[in-house]
């Protein structure tokens, strides 16, 4: 396993791909219509998968050519997206996975809110790759995050996960017990790390 740190923004003179920080945005209105292009259930048959693809630019690239981005909606995954944008535009393949985990849902509140959880807290990054021509494929997974994410590279045979961490610096931001961390162990690929600027309200005083 290759795991790398980075901070943001890029250094002086290399050009970065920017955007709003901004927190999970509501569902778009084309959402209410999206139907999954794929879906798996468990021996109950809960619903505890769902693939939606993009469609204003469709994705063909293989998985294995792509990068997994963990989205929680968060400032941070924002930020993991954008740098994701980056290393695939300069590989020449504008594709990406998205990956997203919500809590556990009853069998019969599976059938809907799992699919609106999912569309809801991606809606901004898939609004951004779309404003910028990238196909991607959306996968929402109902469970602990860091072992669903883990399992979905995986699966897919990504090219590695890049997550957002949380926290003054790359050491502080991977607290035992988080996610970025449990997948950093868990992981059999390269996981990037990426450090989201601190916010003005998260500086500490001297």
Known sequence: MHV??????RPEGTPAMTTPATPAAPMLDADTQAVPTGERRDEHGRRIALTFDSTLVRPIAPPAECWCVALDGSRQSMHALIEAMQLATESGVCTLDLGTVHHWLSSEAAETELAC??????????????????????????????????????????????????????????????????????????????????????????
């Open 117 to 206: 959880r999912g569309l809801a807290t991606s809606a901004g990054a898939r609004a951004l790759l779309d404003s910028r021509g990238f196909a991607w494929w959306l996968h929402v997974l109902m469970g602990e995050p860091a072992p669903r994410l883990v399992e979905l590279t995986e699966a897919l045979g990504s090219r590695g996960i890049v997550v957002g961490a949380r926290g003054l610096s790359a050491v502080e931001g991977l607290l035992i017990g988080s996610v970025a961390q449990q997948i950093i162990y868990n992981a059999h690929g390269a996981v990037l790390v990426v450090r989201a600027p601190a916010a003005p309200e998260e500086k500490v005083a001297c």
């Open 4 to 9: 790398f740190a980075l901070t943001m923004p």
